[in-house]
């Protein structure tokens, strides 16, 4: 083990002040350790404004320092590896972070009452900031800190005196390492998690086999982590240096190798580390978390009885606004860019006041409004308060008998500072931020908050690929956003931009709300999926009619957009809401105009919608009537004679395209295109398979026809694809064949 002696020539604070000049360096005169009979800290005994401290040349250096008690090292360009915990902060401390590269062999200094060791000078990037383990145990102190050379002198609280501090190591100023910043990381987490071990060790004896457990269970946890700098030889140093940090004679020395090699999971290594090292699950999930290891616990079953559920004695699904945004739990809005994603939710929150207002009826709470808050990291902050200021005017025009207030939503821009929730390490494993998480906490605590809307999501993590199903559903669903809503029992909106290359104007309700940038797992982890989008062309004509003029539909496309309720998890996807685009203008107490976007629903739509589907349903009902009836003259049956009877449908096209009507167009269509005859026969298959998925029932005869697709040979070709008349089997309606009960007698 390494040997730990210290540099027994202790300088006065003036030599070692000229000494750290003369080198480069910058240090900082302390007040006397003890002032007016009051004990100092170190962090008490340095002179104001020591951070700004500069010296022309070495006599203004000797003019400080010439009765100076103590002194500190400014550190600019330098980094400290500063060792906090006393079990750590010593030899076997030392030897653990030579393992990771740091020669501690030289500028390396303690104390002299305890703590043997406890910093080491280094270099690291030009751009390094502060880092420590995630529970402080070690940090890496630079930039306007400093700290206390040899021989300064501090109050010790435990040893309840002055302790000097001391040289473990000769300084070589003029030699100092330089480090890479991740491998600082790795080190201060590494020694967090020597400190964790040491405090928590078994204290198991011979006859007790404890200790091998606990050692055993450690080097399965090494094997499986994710750490690239982890391997056999690495697993046995570090429990070899625990072991003699704890004085385990027997583990000094020993070999995991073998171990090492052999065990390929961590199945149960949670509950095994509560078990083996007697830690509660919070610190055992912080093992885990040091070692970057993600446990598969044993799944447990709690199966429920069928018999055991009765309706009457459930309660309620829970809404903070019905079908939109569930309580305690996630939705999302996705929608592209200016379709006002932003000053919608902004409308909803300011309308739950409102009890006669559009959206305030979806809010289940009779007695009091719902405590919203918008937190945006896209707009500044007068951005915002133009949004918000704009939509109360437009309101108080809408609704002018409401004086009610708007006093529970508040919000705030985060755009210059935005908060980073989760980031990918360089390994690749997804890491919590957990700063910006607690910051949400508290707003959402402080404020007893109902609903929470975070704008834009994108903007909410670092190096997480939005194109990936895994990283999505951690951000989401087990990571960070979902166990907030869990924990706080609050809803969360996520508000998301529609991904490059999507059809944003696609009229299929489902598929709208699936359009968010990225991967499908951000809206598959969403409890709730909307979608806010322009209206297509194609959407258009179905609600106008395929002749209305280009400037109604223009003037659709460009006034309204479509609020689209497309995937809940909890009830039928919907049409949502068509809501028209209002520009609304007012004048500031500058004359200045002040413009921006309200909404209001549009029940005309629904209407035109309606009107429209009934026109197509009785086109399709007379094409359908049209083109049977050409089959039958064609075929030259009697309908009354047969009970079934089938065509094919390539025959059926080949007959139909030059004699009905409709095939007729769709024929000459195809030809003016430069459509080959065998082309056109195939398109009007095509067509005459769309027009009977849906069997149609002749109204004079009782027969129905419909597309069945069945093989069956004919000559030496397999024919698939048939229309099919039969008897009508029920009255009430029309029925799809059941293929096999209709062609079991004719196959026999």
């Not at 149960?268 to 610190?283: F, H, M, P, R, S």
């Not at 906490?441 to 939005?466: A, F, R």
């Not at 107490?589 to 976007?597: A, H, I, R, V």
Request: charged residues 30%; negative net charge; proline residues 3%.
């Amino acid at each position: 083990m390494m040997n730990n002696t210290t540099n027994t020539n202790q300088d006065k604070p003036i030599d070692v002040a000229v000494q750290l000049f003369e080198n480069g360096f910058t240090p900082i005169r302390l007040k006397t350790a003890e002032k007016n009979n009051e004990k100092s800290t170190g962090k008490e005994a340095k002179l104001s404004g020591w951070q700004n401290t500069t010296y022309p040349d070495v006599e203004s250096v000797e003019a400080t320092f010439h009765d100076a008690e103590g002194l500190g090292l400014l550190l600019d360009d330098l980094v400290v590896l500063d060792i906090d915990r006393d079990n750590i902060a010593n030899s076997y401390g030392l030897e653990l972070a030579e393992l990771h590269g740091i020669k501690t062999h030289k500028n390396t200094l303690g104390r002299k009452g305890r703590r043997a060791a406890g910093a080491v000078i280094l270099q690291s990037d030009k751009d390094f900031s502060y880092i420590q383990s995630p529970k402080g145990e070690v940090e890496c102190l630079t930039g306007k800190k400093q700290k206390l050379l040899p021989p300064s002198r501090i109050w010790d609280a435990k040893l309840k005196d002055f302790d000097s501090f001391k040289w473990l190591r000769p300084p070589l100023l003029n030699d100092i390492q330089y480090v890479e910043p991740e491998v600082l990381k790795q080190t201060c987490n590494m020694l967090a998690l020597l400190h964790v071990l040491t405090s928590n060790y078994p204290s198991g004896g011979a006859e007790d086999n404890s200790r091998d457990k606990a050692c055993q269970l450690l080097v399965r946890l090494f094997k499986v982590s994710e750490l690239d700098f982890i391997d056999a030889d690495y697993t046995t140093k570090f429990i070899n240096i625990l072991a003699w940090n704890t004085s385990d004679e027997e583990r000094q020395k020993k070999q995991f190798y073998k171990q090492y090699a052999k065990y390929k999971d961590c199945n149960g290594a949670l509950g095994q580390l509560q078990t083996y090292w007697n830690v509660d699950k919070d610190t055992a999930q912080y093992i885990l978390n040091l070692l970057e290891v993600e446990a598969i616990e044993d799944r447990v079953s709690n199966s429920i009885n069928a018999d055991d559920v009765i309706l009457e004695e459930l309660p309620a699904r829970n809404w903070c606004m019905y079908r939109l945004m569930p309580a305690e739990d996630v939705m999302i809005l996705a929608g592209d860019g200016g379709t006002g994603k932003t000053s919608l939710m902004i409308q909803i929150c300011l309308q739950s006041h409102i009890p006669e207002a559009y959206f305030s009826r979806m809010f289940p709470f009779p007695d009091r409004t719902p405590n919203m808050f918008l937190l945006s990291q896209e707009d500044t902050t007068d951005e915002l308060k133009l949004r918000v200021g704009i939509c109360k005017k437009a309101l108080s025009e809408q609704y002018p008998d409401y004086t009610g207030g708007f006093k529970n939503f508040d919000f705030e821009s985060y755009r210059h500072d935005p908060l980073k929730l989760v980031r990918k390490t360089s390994k690749g494993i997804p890491e919590v931020n957990h700063r910006d998480v607690k910051l949400l906490q508290d707003i959402v605590g402080d404020k007893k908050l109902d609903g929470l809307i975070l704008d834009p999501v994108s903007t909410l993590h670092i190096g997480m690929n939005e194109n990936d199903n895994s990283d999505m559903d951690y951000f989401v669903r087990h990571g960070v956003i979902a166990p907030i809503c869990e924990k706080l029992k609050t809803h969360v909106s996520l508000i998301a931009h529609v991904y490059k290359g999507s059809d944003s104007n696609d009229d299929d309700v489902q598929k709208t709300a699936w359009m968010a940038r990225g991967a499908t797992s951000l809206m598959a982890a969403a409890r709730v999926g909307t979608g806010l989008n322009r209206i297509s062309k194609k959407k258009c004509k179905s609600i106008l009619g395929n002749d209305a003029p280009q400037s109604e539909i223009f003037e659709l496309q460009n006034g309204h957009v479509h609020f689209t309720y497309g995937k809940t998890n909890m009830s039928d996807a919907t049409s949502g809401s068509f809501l028209k685009k209002h520009t609304k203008k007012y004048v500031n107490k500058d004359n200045k105009t002040l413009e921006g976007m309200f909404y209001t629903e549009d029940d005309t739509i629904f209407t035109g919608m309606t009107n429209v589907a009934e026109q197509k349903a009785e086109e399709t009902r007379k094409a359908k009537e049209s083109v049977v009836g050409t089959i039958l003259a064609v075929s030259n049956i009697n309908i009354n004679k047969y009970d079934a009877y089938e065509w094919a449908l390539i025959d059926l096209a080949r007959d139909l395209k030059d004699r009905d009507p409709s095939m007729k167009i769709i024929a000459h269509d195809l030809r003016n295109n430069g459509k080959e005859e065998k082309d056109i026969d195939k398109s009007i298959a095509n067509h005459l398979e769309r027009m009977f998925q849906r069997s149609w029932k002749h109204p004079q005869y009782n027969r129905e026809f419909a597309f069945v697709n069945m093989e069956k040979r004919r000559a030496n070709v397999i024919i698939k694809r048939w229309l099919v008349m039969r008897d009508v089997v029920d009255e009430e309606a029309s029925v799809l064949f059941d293929e096999g009960d209709m062609y079991a007698e004719k196959k026999n």
